[in-house]
């Protein structure tokens, strides 16, 4: 079983940056694709960066803004976060699938606050 744990979160000024990290318990080349997700109240969690075998993927509203990077001998991905908007608001989950099981695989969320 895969163990995700994330850090990094917090509270920031509008047009501040935050850096979110995942570390998995296991190699992450071993996993078939890793991301963030999050889910602001009242809304359905939605993906915010993606990495895999296709690529990297982002959601529109945060191009330009965020970039996600791997440190494969640490296990580690990184979300930096730039020029972060209210709407940004939300609890961030990191997220990874199984290279050969496909099972998905959640960290238990870490609270992002962009307020002034």
């Known amino acids: 079983q895969v163990h995700l744990v994330e850090s990094g979160g917090g509270l920031v000024q509008p047009g501040g940056s935050l850096r979110l990290s995942c570390t998995a318990s296991?190699?992450?080349?071993?996993?078939?694709?890793m991301g963030w997700y999050r889910q602001a109240p009242g809304k359905q969690r939605e993906l915010v960066a993606s990495i895999s075998k296709s690529g990297l993927d982002y959601a529109d509203s945060v191009k330009g803004r965020f970039a996600l990077s791997r440190n494969i001998p640490k296990n580690t991905i990184d979300l930096q976060m730039n020029n972060l908007k209210p709407e940004d608001t939300a609890v961030y989950y990191c997220h990874a699938k199984g290279s050969t099981s496909r099972i998905d695989y959640w960290g238990q969320g870490t609270q992002v606050t962009v307020s002034s």
């Open positions: 296991s190699s992450i080349d071993r996993l078939y694709a």
